[in-house]
């Protein structure tokens, strides 16, 4: 029997999700609804478009977007969620929407549109151990982009990711301007992944 050929690439992979979602649309259906679709529509959607990211998929409160570059897939996470700390500067805490970014690079497959691959499970992975208006990447995104962005980075460690057969060097990137809550790096045993 011959196996059907398979298209793969090698790309960098952003995946994206709202931390809390679930008591945000407990406690505000419609309003949560409303500002998660202006904040795709005004912020994210425009900044994948202006690094040349294309959005794979839109999944409730999630998002999947693959870049040729890491190097714009890490500009475009920063500049999504430094926006968002601007954006949400006003809102009270309890009704912020804040993303946590999981960045990786893989080979991955495509399919009808979509993407998969351990690339791809990587970056929900780490997405899904970012802090709220945090940015997790594996150590292959960071030895690309090292150089070349004015960013801090902090070194998590070997996380054993849930479903992931191998430990991910994992670092975070320090978007922390001293005034925001919500741009602050948790390090070692205070990351924990959200399910």
């Known amino acids: 029997m011959t196996k059907k050929h398979v298209d793969r690439r090698l790309t960098a992979i952003l995946a994206a999700d709202v931390a809390g979602y679930s008591r945000l649309m407990g406690a505000d259906e419609e309003g949560t609804h409303a500002q998660l679709k202006a904040h795709r529509h005004d912020l994210i959607d425009r900044r994948i478009r202006k690094h040349r990211g294309r959005i794979i998929n839109t999944a409730g409160d999630g998002l999947l977007a693959e870049f040729a570059s890491a190097v714009e897939a890490v500009r475009c996470a920063v500049?999504?969620?430094?926006?968002?700390?601007?954006?949400?500067a006003k809102v009270p805490e309890e009704s912020r929407l804040e993303f946590r970014i999981g960045i990786?690079?893989?080979?991955?497959?495509?399919?009808?549109?979509?993407?998969?691959?351990?690339?791809?499970?990587?970056a929900a992975r780490l997405e899904s151990i970012a802090p709220r208006g945090g940015i997790c990447i594996s150590?292959?995104?960071?030895?690309?982009?090292e150089g070349k962005l004015k960013l801090q980075f902090r070194e998590m460690g070997r996380q054993n990711l849930k479903n992931i057969a191998r430990p991910i060097e994992v670092f975070a990137i320090?978007?922390?301007d001293g005034a925001s809550k919500a741009a602050r790096i948790l390090t070692g045993a205070n990351l924990q992944q959200e399910i």
């Open 79 to 88: 500049e999504i969620q430094r926006a968002m700390i601007t954006r949400n």
């Open 104 to 122: 990786n690079i893989g080979d991955v497959i495509e399919d009808g549109g979509e993407i998969f691959g351990d690339g791809v499970n990587v």
């Open 139 to 145: 150590r292959q995104v960071l030895d690309q982009i």
């Open 174 to 176: 320090d978007l922390h």
